[in-house]
């Protein structure tokens, strides 16, 4: 007898990063205390929640739970600018998710401003690395670590 075909792989749905909704708050509060910050520094999510900033969450997979944050502001530190003050990934060693996230970010971020920048976590750690590897470069402003990238070049 002729073993059975594997049945077809179905593929995961993409990653997407789309504005918090109501139902993603509770999920995000059960991770979020032991997320890898890749960008800012940890706020309590209440706080999140009442930012002026764009409070986005990346989803992946057909579950579509969030596994990521994003607060973004933009025209911030002026205009033309769009900056990262939160990027925080469910779980440890998502460097893959973060770089998803990232790249989703940039797209649509792209359309309305030229420059973009993330603070780097205090305790830097492997955040300036994983900046680099996503093609943004070092810059001191008000004794604060960023990574910033230009959009039109």
Partial sequence: MAPEPPAPSVAASPPVLRPIRESDVAPIARWYAKATVVAGSPSPLSDLLDSSGRLLVLTEGDSHQPVGLVLATLDDPEPGWATVSLLAIAGTEQRDVAAQ?????????????????????????????????????????????????????
């Fill in 101 to 153: 996230a990232v790249a989703l970010l940039e797209a649509n971020l792209n359309r309305v401003a030229s420059h973009i920048r993330a603070a780097v976590p205090s305790d830097v750690g492997l955040a300036l690395y994983f900046w680099l590897r996503q093609g943004y470069r070092p810059n001191v402003s008000a004794e604060r670590l960023w990574m910033t990238r230009d959009f039109d070049t």
